[in-house]
């Protein structure tokens, strides 16, 4: 059975760090494209970057690109995303999910998803 579980998140003030755990379970992360996914409060779930399971390339959106940084273990077969720099517009709940056979930020592609870790950035 393919699972995902996330872990890490909880509250930090601005400015702070936080690294987001994607472990998955049933599959190998070569064989798939991992992505993170957040949403905030009375939004859409937004896609923030993803890592290629078979070269390991990745990709960021603007706003989290320069501070955040995803990357893999595959002897854990986990995923992480180092948050650093972070902004009050950073909180929301954090999602992984995977796919084959895509690389990209598109949420409906992907078939898998984690519960997601609440993430909040706060004073």
């Known amino acids: 059975q393919l699972q995902l579980v996330e872990s890490g998140g909880g509250l930090v003030q601005p400015g702070g760090s936080l690294r987001l755990s994607c472990e998955a379970s049933?599959?190998?992360?070569?064989?798939?494209?991992i992505g993170w996914f957040r949403q905030a409060p009375g939004q859409e779930r937004e896609g923030i970057s993803c890592?290629?399971?078979?070269?390991?390339?990745?990709y960021y959106t603007s706003p989290v690109k320069g501070r955040f940084t995803i990357s893999r273990d595959n002897a854990k077969n986990t995923v992480y995303l180092q948050m650093n720099s972070l902004k009050p517009e950073d909180t929301g709940v954090y999602y992984c999910?995977?796919?084959?056979?895509?690389?990209?930020?598109?949420?409906?592609?992907?078939?898998?998803w984690g519960q997601g870790t609440q993430v909040t950035v706060s004073s």
């Open positions: 999910a995977a796919v084959q056979d895509y690389y990209g930020l598109g949420a409906q592609a992907y078939d898998y």
């Open positions: 049933g599959f190998t992360l070569d064989h798939y494209t």
């Open positions: 890592i290629n399971g078979r070269d390991g390339s990745t």
